[in-house]
């Protein structure tokens, strides 16, 4: 077994060792000194056994290769009857804030009591780190890289590029690899410009998707088309005869179609990307009545959006346990960042989507499903994970030990920034491995969305330069009628260190306390600014009038590719356009 393994080396050093001072048992034979030297050598072997014994079980995780690392966990899994590898799912709501739902609300607003009870037997996630906005959060899950290594920016729907590098795997191109069926329902936001950059082209069988970042959640049209163009996109075409209800059940409609179609033959992954809570703020009258209507009103709407994914969750958990999938389900539902200051609340933490502040870039999150273990299940784990750790963990639950990106590398592109937590969500180790994530890191002047550099450690957190929504300090059921100032900015100089044991609402600046620390932390920017990549336009600030028409002409009236596959042609040469108006500054800031 394992500790004989481990033992073994100590027994032969000792044999090689006695057998160069010439102590062996043959010369002990009828000579009294030799006998003594055999009792002493015997001693020695008893005791270098047991020491080998001991040191073997205390260091055998690390002398263990990944491949058997797995083939324990499978065996644990098989020995607990939930199937060697588990189907998998990603729930994402869409900007849903710190305290969207019931169970992570001081005052239990939201009403979302199929989630609350899934939490409450799952394993909730308190420091799951996204980033601060849409798009690159989406590019860091399904990659597997910190948004610095991947996307930092939110392009507009006839903006080229941006999202996921065609020369980077995704998720589904992993789990495809290894015999999973991979399936996409909702927002997808990781580029369409070219066919190779749409869901069926990035790993995944099926999807039903809305391409960009934004639509009509009843039309399903999207802005920047004066004849109100339809973004929603079905495996390699429009998807004709599915707009025109309330986009939150077409993709709940598609998860319980993947569901339905389960034959047996292949475990599944499926994404499912909600809407709800992004804007524009639409909802199901049923859900609104659920709520008093003295509540602020977009505060409101807000809730009936989360209260309508409590019952889509609802009905696809239902379904898996229908097909007698939920047993080997290990599903993860999350926000895809903080939620916005103007409908979502964030408490206790502070500041909001489209900041740095916790409540901009700690997701509300939780681990559910059959599969997870029995000892996990009713806690809370407060290591850090962020959203790209699922990658290397999915991976390894699939049965594939090396996550590495081969065709990146190839490529000459940034390796995965992915931790894989499979130690943590098996319960065998609850220390995360993940010791810090760098939100954002640049060498002069401000990173995207207009705040400076901030890294987070497991203890300490950074801020440098000028912080927006620094002035947001949420109350219990905020946001209210007395409005929140944004994007204010907050000016933290050389910097803002808080130390999050003992202030995770990020109120008492010891910067000048601890000179060492900022002193370390500023060194990990430095080094994590020189690796800064983005994928190909990522963050242009152009639009191609190539995709409007073709929208209109080729889709008649549908978003979808409008470029050859391949590399990106040269953006035209910058306009000369000021960035004055309150609207150009809100749409660069949190759009």
Not at 199 to 206: A, E, I, K, L, Q
């Amino acid at each position: 077994d394992r500790k004989q393994r481990s033992a073994l080396p100590f027994v032969l050093l000792f044999f090689f060792s006695s057998k160069d001072r010439n102590l062996n048992w043959g010369r002990a034979v009828g000579s009294p000194l030799n006998g003594i030297f055999v009792m002493a050598q015997a001693i020695v072997f008893i005791a270098t056994f047991f020491l080998g014994l001991l040191l073997g079980d205390c260091t055998a995780g690390t002398r263990l290769s990944k491949e058997n690392i797995l083939q324990e966990h499978q065996a644990k899994s098989e020995k607990r009857g939930r199937g060697s590898r588990p189907h998998l799912w990603i729930c994402l709501i869409d900007d849903l804030g710190y305290a969207g739902l019931g169970y992570n609300s001081p005052k239990g607003e939201p009403k979302t009591p199929r989630i609350d009870r899934l939490a409450a037997d799952g394993m909730k996630l308190r420091r799951h780190y996204t980033h601060m906005f849409c798009s690159p959060t989406r590019s860091s899950l399904l990659s597997g890289r910190l948004p610095i290594h991947v996307n930092q920016h939110n392009n507009a729907l006839d903006t080229p590029g941006g999202g996921i590098a065609v020369n980077m795997s995704t998720l589904a191109d992993l789990l495809r690899s290894v015999g999973y069926s991979t399936h996409h329902a909702g927002k997808w936001h990781c580029g369409f410009s070219s066919q190779d950059r749409i869901p069926t082209s990035r790993g995944f069988d099926t999807s039903v998707a809305m391409l960009g970042g934004s639509a009509d959640h009843f039309t399903n049209c999207a802005r920047n088309c004066p004849g109100g163009c339809v973004d929603l996109w079905e495996n390699t075409g429009p998807a004709r005869g599915l707009n025109g209800t309330y986009s939150q059940n077409i993709y709940t409609g598609e998860a319980l179609r993947v569901i339905e179609s389960y034959n047996g033959s292949a475990p599944t992954f499926v994404y499912l990307a909600f809407q709800n809570t992004h804007e524009p703020m639409e909802y199901l009258p049923r859900f609104l009545q659920l709520y008093d209507p003295s509540i602020y009103p977009a505060r409101r709407i807000g809730l009936a959006m989360v209260s309508a994914v409590d019952e889509a969750i609802g009905n696809v958990t239902d379904a898996l346990k229908t097909k007698d999938m939920w047993n080997s389900t290990f599903m993860l539902i999350s926000s895809d960042n903080g939620g916005p200051h103007d409908h979502e609340s964030n408490y206790p933490l502070r500041g909001s989507k489209g900041t740095r502040w916790e409540g901009g870039v700690r997701g509300v999150a939780f681990l559910t499903g059959g599969w997870l273990s029995s000892t996990l299940r009713g806690t809370t784990y407060s290591g850090m994970i962020h959203v790209c750790d699922w990658y290397a963990t999915f991976s390894a639950l699939a049965g594939k030990a090396d996550p590495t990106d081969h065709l990146a590398e190839v490529s000459g592109l940034p390796p995965i920034d992915s931790i894989d937590m499979t130690d943590v969500i098996t319960g065998d180790n609850l220390t995360s491995p993940r010791v810090s994530v760098v939100l954002a890191a640049v060498q002069g002047g401000q990173s995207s969305a207009g705040s400076g550099p901030a890294i987070v450690t497991t203890r300490y957190k950074l801020l440098i330069g000028k912080q927006i929504g620094g002035y947001q300090f949420p109350g219990y059921t905020t946001p209210n009628a007395t409005g929140q100032c944004y994007p204010c900015v907050w000016d933290c100089g050389d910097g803002c260190l808080f130390d999050l044991d003992t202030d995770e609402i990020e109120h008492v600046n010891i910067y000048d306390q601890f000179p060492d620390v900022v002193k370390e932390l500023k060194l990990h920017i430095v080094e994590a600014a020189a690796s800064v990549w983005e994928s190909p336009g990522a963050g242009a600030n152009y639009t191609d009038p190539a995709a409007l028409q073709t929208a209109e002409q080729r889709y008649h009236g549908f978003w979808g590719p409008w470029m050859s596959n391949g590399p990106l042609p040269l953006p035209p040469p910058p306009a000369q356009t000021s960035f004055d108006h309150c609207d150009d500054i809100t749409v660069m800031c949190i759009s």
